[in-house]
């Protein structure tokens, strides 16, 4: 089963990279919406358009003062503005080889796996492998996906990533990539599911994305905690 990052259906994949960058793209989906139209996440109304223009929601408006505020120690600024065209436009925030993204990838992992006892118990469960998207599907594929390990123990859960044209791939998306997909994301809620023998199978190895994404997501936020974010950037 492959597991994606940045939601379930084609087209938020696509534009996964963008939503990331640009505070979940609240922004430029409200400008593009119809008038009138509301955007909802968490029962609380992200924007809206009034006349033309856009109005955004409290939830809106935390996320970008939230931005402003984590990027500043790294990019000298709060200014939101500033900070989108920097990340999307500073070339000296992006990779300049696929060698260069697997390595921070794998020692994210590694340094994940290490302050894993500190934060959970210690649980018996499969590793998990790092691995290239194969060239032939890199092209059209997501920034990253995992697969669960197999219920025998014959093959690892893996983290997969791509490195087509890693001059378009940013640095500071990478590590909470990693933490999403594999420890203490994706790779420790399945290879842990699967030792629950007490269980029914479709609990075990079902994939529910409501449940799965948000705790992808929530193991990007749960990063800081544990201390294992490299740089500001990240």
Known sequence: KEVCAHGCSRGARERGRDQRVDAAGLVGEALRAPRHHEYHAGGDRVAHRVD??????PQAQRLLLLLGERAEPALGTADVAEVVDRLRGDLSLRYESADQILTDVTEALRRAESALPAAFL??????????????????????????????DGSRPGTHWVNTYEPASRARFEYEALAFHESVPGHHLQFALGQTLDG???????????????????????????????ETPYE
């Open 122 to 151: 210690d649980y018996d469960i499969a590793p998990c492998s790092v691995e290239v998207i194969p060239p032939a599907a890199a092209k059209g594929s997501t920034l990253a996906y995992y697969t669960v390990p197999a219920s």
């Open 199 to 229: 269980l029914p199978q479709f609990r075990r190895f079902a994939y529910v994305t409501a449940f799965g994404e948000g705790w992808g997501l929530y193991t990007e936020w749960l990063g800081t905690i544990m201390d294992i974010y």
């Open 52 to 57: 033309g223009g856009t109005v955004l929601g």
